[in-house]
């Protein structure tokens, strides 16, 4: 019973960095856990990132790891994907997503709300 609305996607050169946002709706947005998910054209939709209820657990995707961050502010019912290091492949639809029954998950299954996405392209 939540909506998601990703925002911060864009243009950036290769090794560059950009911010995405993902704005919640509700009252129970502590409750969800997070995740960031990603589709190029053609490919299924791959799991990027998750974090814990509280923030207190992160898990990404090996593509990623140590380039992104996820990070959440339950105050402002905001989650946060800090991508750094950007490279070619990165470019995608980039999707938060939002799941009630489990405290983190990679699997996309587990989640029950999706945004609309957001495009993010990096050229060479």
């Known amino acids: 019973q939540v909506q998601l609305v990703e925002s911060g996607g864009g243009l950036v050169q290769a090794g560059g960095s950009l911010r995405l946002s993902c704005a919640a709706s509700g009252r129970t947005f502590s409750s969800y856990a997070m995740g960031w998910f990603r589709q190029a054209p053609g490919q299924e939709r791959e799991f990027v990132a998750t974090?814990?209820?509280?923030?207190?657990?992160?898990y990404y995707a090996n593509s990623v790891k140590g380039r992104f961050t996820i990070s959440r502010d339950n105050a402002k019912n905001t989650v946060y994907l800090q991508m750094n290091s950007l490279k070619p492949e990165d470019t995608a639809v980039y999707y938060c997503?939002?799941?009630?029954?489990?405290?983190?998950?990679?699997?996309?299954?587990?989640?029950?709300?999706w945004g609309q996405g957001t495009q993010v392209t990096v050229s060479s």
């Open positions: 997503a939002a799941g009630s029954k489990v405290a983190i998950s990679a699997y996309r299954s587990d989640y029950d709300y």
């Open positions: 974090i814990s209820r509280s923030g207190g657990s992160t």
